[in-house]
C-alpha cells in the first residue's frame, strides 16, 4: 500500500532536451523535503508529448536519482490494453514500485 506524499515530477527541458540535471535535482529537493516517493511519466510530465528515447532518458535519470532510497510509480497510458501491456513490459527494467494507468481517453469516430 502507498502512503504519504508522492510528487508527480516535471519534465524539465533545456534546448530541446531532457534536462537530466534538472530532473536530478528535482528528486534530490523533493526526497530532502521527506515525500514518500516519485510519479514518472504522468501527465504533469507530459509523457504524451515525449518520445520513446525522452520516457526511457527520464526513467534512467529517476531511477538513478532514486536509487533504492525512494520508490516511483510510471505512468502508462494509451488507447487499448495491448500497448499498456507493451509499454508496462518495457519499464520492468527500472524496477518502479507500480504503475500509474489511467482509463483511455473517449475517441469518438465520426
Do not use: K
Amino acid at each position: 500500500m502507498f502512503s504519504g506524499i508522492w510528487i508527480p515530477l516535471v519534465t524539465p527541458f533545456h534546448h530541446g532536451q531532457v534536462d537530466t540535471a534538472a530532473l536530478r535535482q528535482l528528486v534530490r529537493h523533493y526526497e530532502g523535503a521527506g515525500v514518500s516517493g516519485f510519479v514518472a511519466l504522468g501527465t504533469t510530465g507530459e509523457a504524451a508529448l515525449l518520445s520513446q528515447i525522452e520516457r526511457y532518458t527520464v526513467l534512467e535519470t529517476i531511477a538513478d536519482a532514486c536509487g533504492e532510497r525512494t520508490p516511483f510509480l510510471i505512468g502508462v497510458g494509451a488507447t487499448d490494453t495491448r500497448d499498456v501491456c507493451a509499454q508496462i513490459r518495457h519499464y520492468e527494467r527500472w524496477n518502479s514500485a507500480g504503475y500509474l494507468v489511467p482509463p483511455p481517453y473517449y475517441v469518438c469516430p465520426s
